[in-house]
């Protein structure tokens, strides 16, 4: 997703409808309040922030997995050099959970 389509002022304004706590309305209205913004542009902002860490924290794992993948010779690992030790390697760890 590209934070351009998230900052977008051709996008159009809807309205919706949330369920909040009374608590946590009012500490919402606080926070806002002490930034001179409403509260459906303080929660606006909440969920921008939000889908960008989680936009983040994707591309951070997608640079761990391309770091890993490769990185384990498979033939050389004692569990995992055929699929038939492979699939015992994965019993044996399943009987370990019960």
Do not use: F
């Not at 997703?1 to 606080?30: A, F, G, H, P």
């Not at 806002?32 to 913004?37: K, N, Q, V, Y």
């Not at 951070?60 to 030790?85: A, C, F, Q, R």
Request: avoid cysteine.
């Amino acid at each position: 997703m590209k934070i351009v389509r998230l900052l977008s002022s051709d996008d159009k304004v809807i309205r919706t409808q949330i369920s909040l706590t009374t608590v946590l309305k009012k500490l919402i209205e606080d926070k806002a309040s002490l930034r001179g913004e409403s509260l459906s542009e303080y929660l606006r902002k909440a969920a921008m922030l939000k889908i960008l860490l989680e936009e983040d924290e994707k591309e951070e794992l997608e640079k761990l997995t391309d770091m890993v993948i490769g990185s384990v010779n498979l033939k050389k690992h004692p569990y995992w050099s055929t699929p038939k030790k492979v699939r015992s390697w994965v019993r044996n760890l399943r009987s370990e959970w019960k």
